[in-house]
RNA sequence: UCCCGAGUAGCUCAGCUGGUUAGAGCAUCUGACUGUUAAUCAGAGGGUCACUGGUUCGAGCCCAGUCUCGGGAGCCA
């Protein structure tokens, strides 16, 4: 194919009078002169010069909004006040005619919902091109974060044998026969039959394949999909979502909040110098969404103000029960605003709780540290009782404004004893995850970890508001489309 | 899964107390115009009112069920 010039390129170029060949998909045409075209590369799109009393009127009805075009032109200073450059087109070749009948998108604001709809579509508008963008910087940013810190990327299975870890309900994975599902004497389904002769899941979490390798290599993380089957209808759960699990040996927690919170400056900071536009875009669309909200519903920081004031404060690190007295004292609490109100240290915080402590009382990300060993899992490191006999683990959460957790992660239980004793009394069968607890009886050490959604993650610096906007194909209760 | 709300043209939405032939803007098509910026002007086409059943002389509107979508909650990343 012939080499065709980015519009990327092209838009702040001061090479003028040159000739270029452009290709790209059709915006708008307007005025039977001028398109938009627009290659992916920037969301801004070249504007095409066509002299439309040469141009045949079979070629003119086909350029339409969707179609996929070549074209030959030189570059030249734009007599419009729009755009600096145009191309004055000397060829214009349809690749591929886009059925204006038919094609759904449209040069006007198409509402979110509708974008979901066409996901294989929506990728051709400039939110989505920003969102993506953005997505991808951030990703490439964690990789680069963990590998100039020598950490080791792992790929931990996406099938596990062990539905011991307690993260979810999960995907089974089978081979068998449905119609002919093949019966112990007892009438339970025989897993001996099955292709990996035993049952299998989509992976919840790479956390204890990660501790093993962790156990090795000193750092570790992984980076990859998570499936989750739980009947999840929420702006911020997906089945299907990405996840980052960095995994430390010979950290405690205080290394692992550290860890967690220098990962995520990183990536913001990253994602702010690379994606300038993309961002700059972003926002002016959430400030145009906010203007038709009423007065107290519009947030107090633009988009760039909430990344950038996010750079430059510490996250705040409390412990759960320190949490608790804020709230148990807080307004909505004694007005009996809550739905749930603080009453007994060990309830677990709902929501409400949590967005009162990060958007209300601290305005800023909150770390959560030291839960009730209750409401927790069972690899995290048992503190010592406090003066009230009260247990807790040594967990951490990381909760942002309108996000809720990103992270979650905790200091793990490395001493044996401890460790069994907990699986006991919580049923979690030891015979399965004999290999986890085998790290803990060969050359143990403290390490820690911690998981974060990087859909989350992307809600947060997009400024978007449902995660299905975030993943290119979602998947949800009810919804395996594309 | 639970609690709210919604589903009317390709999109966004209006549709009164149940009453004649269901409307608008944008999009599309036709024509005009031709340095436009979501071009403009004139005209035209476009509807299983989510689905199923019920009440009624009569249902887009009322009732029941189902489905889908959105917001909130739970589960969590």
């Known amino acids: 194919m012939i080499k065709r010039e980015k519009i990327k390129n092209l838009l702040d ?18 005025n039977n002169q001028f398109i938009a075209l627009n290659d992916g590369s920037c969301m801004g799109n070249v ?20 179609a996929a075009i070549a074209v030959q032109g030189t570059v030249v200073e734009s007599l419009g006040k729009g755009q600096k450059i145009d191309i004055k087109a000397s060829s214009i070749e349809i690749l591929g005619d886009s059925d204006p009948e038919k094609f759904p998108l449209q040069p006007k604001k198409h509402s979110l919902e509708f974008l979901r709809e066409i996901a294989h579509l929506r990728f ?44 979810g309900e999960m995907f089974k994975v089978t081979t068998l026969d449905f119609d002919n599902t093949p019966r112990t004497e007892d009438g339970q389904v025989d897993y001996s039959e099955d292709f990996f002769a035993r049952p299998t899941n989509l992976t919840v979490s790479g956390q204890l394949e990660g501790e093993l390798a962790a156990m090795a290599f000193g750092q570790i993380y992984t980076f990859g999909p998570t499936f989750r089957a739980e009947n999840s209808n929420t702006t911020r759960h997906l089945a299907e979502f990405w996840m980052v699990e960095p995994e430390v040996a010979f950290a405690d927690l205080e290394d692992n909040m550290t860890l967690a919170e220098d990962m995520l400056k990183y990536v913001i900071s990253y994602a702010l110098e690379n994606c300038k536009d993309e961002l700059e875009f972003l926002n002016n669309r959430l400030l145009e969404e906010e203007k038709s909200k009423p007065q107290n ?44 109100l603080i009453d007994e240290w060990g309830a677990d915080l709902q929501s409400e709780h949590e967005r009162y402590l990060v958007e209300k009382h601290f305005k800023k990300p909150v770390i959560l540290t030291d839960y009730p060993a209750d409401i927790k899992s069972f690899y995290m490191r048992q503190n010592e009782p406090d003066e009230q006999g009260r247990k807790t683990v040594a967990a951490m959460d990381i909760l942002f404004p309108g996000i809720g957790e990103i992270i979650g992660g905790s200091q793990r239980e490395e001493r044996l004893d401890k460790l069994t004793q907990r699986m006991e009394d919580l049923n979690i069968p030891q015979e399965e995850l004999w290999w986890f607890l085998d790290t803990r009886r060969f050359g143990t050490a403290p390490h820690s970890g911690f998981g974060l959604g990087f859909e989350r993650l992307t809600l947060f610096v997009t400024g978007m508001t449902n995660i299905r906007d975030v993943i290119a194909f979602p998947r949800f209760p009810n919804n395996a489309e594309f």
């Open 297 to 340: 519903e519009r947030s107090e920081l633009s988009l760039l103000e909430k990344l950038n004031f996010c750079l430059g404060n510490d996250f705040e690190r409390l412990t759960y029960t320190q949490a608790i007295a804020i709230l148990k004292s807080s307004k909505p609490n004694q007005k009996k605003q809550f739905k749930y």
């Open 124 to 167: 051709r508008t400039n939110t989505f091109n920003a969102v993506f963008k953005v997505r991808h910087a951030l990703a490439f940013a964690i990789h680069q974060f963990y590998n100039e810190r020598g950490f080791v990327y792992m790929h931990t299975p996406i099938i596990t044998a062990s539905d011991a870890e307690g993260a």
């Open 47 to 66: 504007q095409i010069v066509v002299d439309f009393n040469n141009t045949p009127e079979e070629l003119l009805k086909r350029i339409t909004t969707g």
């Open 13 to 30: 170029t001061t090479e003028f009078n040159r000739e270029v060949t452009v290709m790209g998909w059709v915006r708008t045409f307007r």
